[in-house]
């Protein structure tokens, strides 16, 4: 499956944005789906991944509350949305994929099974 994110930008602390990643494909809907960041120098984090059916969600505690992954199969799109972005959540953000019919939040931790990225999309949240 192919990704393509989109949907960043500046915003101010507090602010909001939607990343959106539209995937190729007709197998979409056997794909657990995940956002990533990664800030200058500093590694590659889970954000949010969702199952395939989008029935669970799994969130880092840095953004829990404040962040919804979401998908829509029919369009073979996944969404996070963001809300009262805080600085720390400046990064280039990444959608992924990992085919399998698991859920759990282990999904989360195992960021190297996730086999197709996009090519991200930068955030920046200024103070």
């Known amino acids: 499956v192919q990704l393509q994110a989109s949907g960043g930008g500046l915003v101010q602390a507090g602010g909001s944005l939607r990343l959106s990643c539209a995937a190729s494909g007709r197998t979409f809907s056997s794909y657990a789906m995940g956002w990533f960041r990664q800030a200058p120098g500093k590694d590659r984090e889970s954000v949010a991944v969702?199952?395939?059916?989008?029935?669970?969600?799994y969130y880092a505690d840095s953004v829990k509350g404040r962040f919804t992954i979401s998908r829509d199969n029919a369009k073979n799109t996944v969404y996070l949305q963001m809300n009262s972005l805080k600085p720390e959540d400046t990064a280039v953000y990444y959608c992924a994929a990992r085919q399998t019919y698991l859920g759990g939040s282990f999904l989360l931790s195992q960021i190297g099974a996730f086999g197709s990225w996009g090519q991200g999309t930068q955030v920046t949240v200024s103070s």
């Open positions: 969702i199952s395939w059916s989008g029935g669970s969600t």
